[in-house]
């Protein structure tokens, strides 16, 4: 095994015209040479010596700026994720819907957005109102429904509204021809019943429909439950604005555009009541 053994040399006078810092290396290149070992002997150079001397860790040094770095923007955001291909650009679609699910039949109801054109000063209006899908399917089976046979109403603004205010013992019957005022105009009669259960649990929602272009006649019923029946009435509710377009009516009101509205003296669509 090595054995270092560190010999201390005899104090050195120092001469009186020698400079402090010139005596100090000295001492300690004397002391620096000065090693022993049980088999050979070896004194390293003086400038191996002061290399060491002089090593410094600068792993300490690394470190801390890693934690300066990170001090100094503590909510810097992480990278975003890569955008899907064909997604750049293009405002995501949902598609939502809801369904009841019957012994007979079952009832698909799904909202339908409002159609706008653009005008040539940039804005946009609303061309066509929104509306509510009924999809009726009847049943192939047990809980299997034959989706190819389905049948669709679409409830209008107005439809929606009479079926929100309907109560529970009162009834309703919408009729639809698709053809109307067109060259087959009667060959499709769709009619809607909406009656009360005998035993006041709900609702018997009727569709039928009368098709001499395929020479088809038939029925579908399902029953709806007053909570089945609430469920609809709340989402009626909640969607009937965004079916008439309010929602992006209101979206696009701004305080400065209505503040420079009223200055100008603008008038849309005649005069106001409050201005007469």
Request: charged share 15%.
């Given at each position: 095994m090595l054995r270092l053994h560190l010999l201390s040399s005899p104090a050195t006078a120092q001469k009186p015209n020698q400079?402090?810092?010139?005596?100090?290396?000295?001492?300690?290149?004397?002391?620096?040479r000065v090693f022993s070992t049980n088999t050979f002997g070896f004194a390293p150079s003086p400038i191996l010596s002061r290399k060491r001397l002089s090593l410094k860790c600068r792993q300490s040094e690394y470190?801390?700026?890693?934690?300066?770095?990170?001090?100094?923007?503590?909510?810097?955001?992480?990278?975003?994720?890569?955008?899907?291909?064909?997604?750049?650009?293009?405002?995501?679609?949902?598609?939502v819907g809801h369904s009841i699910y019957k012994g007979k039949a079952a009832l698909t109801?799904?909202?339908?957005?409002?159609?706008?054109?653009?005008?040539?000063?940039?804005?946009?209006?609303?061309?066509?109102?929104?509306?509510?899908?009924?999809?009726?399917?009847?049943a192939a089976g047990v809980r299997?429904?034959?989706?190819?046979?389905?049948?669709?109403?679409?409830?209008?603004?107005?439809?929606?509204g009479s079926l929100v205010s309907l109560g529970s013992k009162e009834s309703l019957e919408f009729f639809h021809d698709p053809f109307k005022g067109k060259s087959d105009e009667g060959k499709v009669r769709k009619v809607l019943k909406v009656e009360p259960l005998p035993d006041g649990s709900g609702h018997f929602f009727n569709l039928s429909v009368q098709n001499k272009l395929i020479n088809l006649d038939e029925s579908i019923y399902i029953p709806i439950t007053r909570a089945e029946f609430a469920v609809l009435k709340s989402a009626f509710n909640f969607i009937l604005p965004y079916i008439l377009g309010w929602h992006a009516y209101a979206n696009s009101i701004k305080p400065e555009d209505s503040s420079r509205a009223n200055n100008s003296g603008l008038k849309y669509g005649g005069d106001f009541e409050w201005s007469r």
């Open positions: 400079n402090p810092s010139q005596f100090l290396s000295s001492q300690l290149l004397s002391r620096a470190f801390d700026q890693q934690r300066t770095s990170t001090a100094a923007s503590p909510n810097k955001p992480s990278p975003a994720p890569p955008t899907p291909a064909g997604a750049t650009g293009m405002a995501p679609r949902f598609y109801v799904e909202p339908k957005a409002p159609e706008f054109t653009p005008l040539d000063s940039g804005a946009f209006k609303l061309s066509r109102e929104g509306f509510v899908l009924l999809q009726f399917a009847p299997v429904y034959d989706w190819s046979r389905k049948q669709v109403f679409s409830l209008s603004v107005t439809e929606i």
